[in-house]
Structure formats: C-alpha cells, structure tokens
C-alpha cells in the first residue's frame, strides 16, 4: 500500500503542474471575446458619419474630426475615443473618388471575465460615394495594443494584446451605418505570466450585427459586432 500511495505522488504534481500551466494560458475562448471585443470598438460604422461633410468638400480638403463613443450590452460595456484625420480625394475629372482616414485613439472594455485599455490606429479609405450608391466600401487595416485582466473561476491575471484588423470591400449603410456584408482577417498575440498564444483567423460580417470567425485551428465561433 505504501508503494501505491508514494507512486500517486508525483502523478498528482504532474496534473498540478498541467492545471497551473492551463490556468496560467490564455484560452480559446477568452480569446475569441478579446477579439470580439475588438471588433465591436473597431470603429467602422464612424465612417458613415465622418463621411457626410465629404458632399460640399473641394478636392483634396482635409480635416480632422474627434468621436466618442459609448456602449453596453448584456454583460459588457466599451467605450472610445478616435481622432480621426481625413482627406477628400478626386479622380481627374474632378469627380469624388475617396476618403483616406487615419485615425488615432483609445479604448476600454469591461465584461464579467475580461476587461482591458487600450491605445489602436490605422488607416481606412472609404469609396462608393456617389449619392445614388446605398453603401460605403471600406478598405484598410487597424492595431489595437491592449493590456487588461482576465479573471475566472480559479484565477486573476494580467495580460497584453496585440490585435492586428485588416478589412476588404466591407459594405457599411450610409443611412443606418451598420455594416453590411464583407470580409476581415484577424490576427493575434496575447501574453499572460510569461505564456505566449498567437493566433490568426478571418472574419465574415454576416450583416445582422454578427460575424463569423474562424481561427487557424478550425474552429469556427459567432461574434457580435456591435
């Protein structure tokens, strides 16, 4: 009995070992809310705003517009700051051809098991202007580098983000600015105590206020975008 009972000594330590290392990690599914997280405070439903002064602006005007915004929904709430510079384009017949937006800011998210700040920037270009058109087209990337805590059940630790958006021929409502259909991808880098995950993945926007994300590991999940 003596020799059974010192040999499940080190098998337990071994399963220690293994849960710390777990707990430790960052897991797929808080993951999957970072990036989620994300791409609700992404900011591109600000184009449709913004875009509106473009219809009495001369080629090549430039500007810069501040937006702040808040949200919150079932467990979570966000909000954010974007400094946005702009600049009206036009083709040589002097016709509108697009918007270039770069943009600088900040951010906070708050949630039941994640919450973080963080500073992001990037740079859009807006096409599909002509007044007959329904939707603006967006085409561009954004970074957001985050630091924030993840708490569950059995831990609370910090942790660092770099999220990487780029975003193709994704259609926004001129009126409603809700995005409505499109394509992204997605890349990932989190460090939690010293453990490094990176991920990369592409983004479907759905055009109900959700979109699919499938990581390079094949799993697929249903994110909210708003």
């Given at each position: 009995m003596k020799t059974k009972f010192f040999f499940l000594i080190p098998i337990a330590a071994v399963f220690f070992f293994v849960s710390c290392q777990k707990d430790n990690e960052l897991s797929e599914e808080e993951i999957v809310e970072s990036i989620e997280a994300s791409v609700k405070t992404n900011g591109a439903d600000d184009m449709a705003f913004?875009?509106?002064p473009y219809k009495s602006a001369l080629c090549g005007f430039t500007n810069d517009t501040t937006i702040t915004r808040t949200?919150?929904?079932?467990?979570?709430?966000w909000s954010r700051t974007a400094n946005w510079?702009?600049?009206?384009?036009?083709?040589?017949?002097?016709?509108?051809?697009?918007?270039?937006?770069?943009?600088?800011?900040n951010s906070t998210?708050?949630?039941?098991?994640?919450?973080?700040?963080?500073?992001?920037g990037g740079s859009i270009t807006v096409t599909n202007l002509a007044v007959t058109e329904q939707n603006f087209i967006l085409n561009?990337?954004?970074t957001r580098n985050a630091t924030g805590t993840v708490t569950s059940r059995r831990r609370a630790e910090n942790y660092?983000?770099?999220?990487?958006?780029?975003?193709?021929?994704?259609?926004v409502d001129k009126d409603n600015r809700n995005i409505v259909s499109g394509n992204g991808s997605v890349t990932y880098s989190g460090t939690m105590a010293g453990n490094t995950v990176t991920h990369n993945g592409t983004l479907v926007y759905n055009g109900n206020g959700t979109a699919t994300l499938t990581l390079d590991n094949g799993s697929v999940h249903?994110?909210?975008t708003r």
């Open positions: 913004i875009s509106t949200a919150s929904g079932t467990g979570f709430s510079d702009w600049t009206v384009n036009c083709d040589s017949n002097n016709a509108y051809n697009n918007v270039v937006f770069t943009e600088t800011g998210y708050d949630a039941a098991r994640i919450d973080w700040t963080a500073t992001h561009g990337t954004m660092t983000t770099t999220i990487n958006h780029s975003w193709t021929n994704v259609l249903s994110i909210q």
